[in-house]
């Protein structure tokens, strides 16, 4: 099975910035769309950008202008920039890669339209 790796979580303070990456060694990434997902505690996994392999992308509503998510193929590599970080955004963060193709953009947040996804990493976002 697809194994992704995420990186780059940790603790930081409101108004930070952060910088997510999330690769693998066993697949070409470019041939995916991508997603990034996080889950609070005692809340439901939430879509936070996601990209097609056509580079088009689509953001939460509340996080649009924040968070930016892009992908250099040379590296494998998707990213997740965080800008403003706020206390809210303080979650398990999750990186997710399908090989399925959706005509409807808005199909690429939910999280059954994912076949990989990695352990998460967690970011925290102090007051």
């Known amino acids: 099975q697809e194994r992704l790796v995420e990186s780059g979580g940790g603790l930081v303070q409101a108004g930070d910035a952060l910088s997510l990456s999330c690769t693998t060694s066993?697949?070409?990434?470019?041939?995916?769309?991508m997603g990034w997902f996080r889950q609070a505690p005692g809340k439901e996994r939430e879509p936070v950008a996601v990209m097609t392999t056509g580079g088009t992308t689509e953001y939460a509503d509340s996080l649009k202008g924040r968070f930016t998510i892009s992908r250099d193929n040379a590296k494998n590599t998707v990213y997740l920039r965080m800008n403003s970080l706020k206390p809210e955004d303080t979650a398990v963060y999750y990186c997710?890669?399908?090989?399925?193709?959706?005509?409807?953009?808005?199909?690429?947040?939910?999280?059954?339209?994912?076949?990989?996804w990695g352990q998460g990493t967690q970011v925290t976002v102090s007051s």
């Open positions: 997710a890669a399908t090989l399925k193709y959706y005509s409807d953009i808005s199909d690429y947040t939910r999280v059954w339209a994912y076949d990989y």
């Open positions: 066993r697949r070409e990434l470019r041939n995916y769309g």
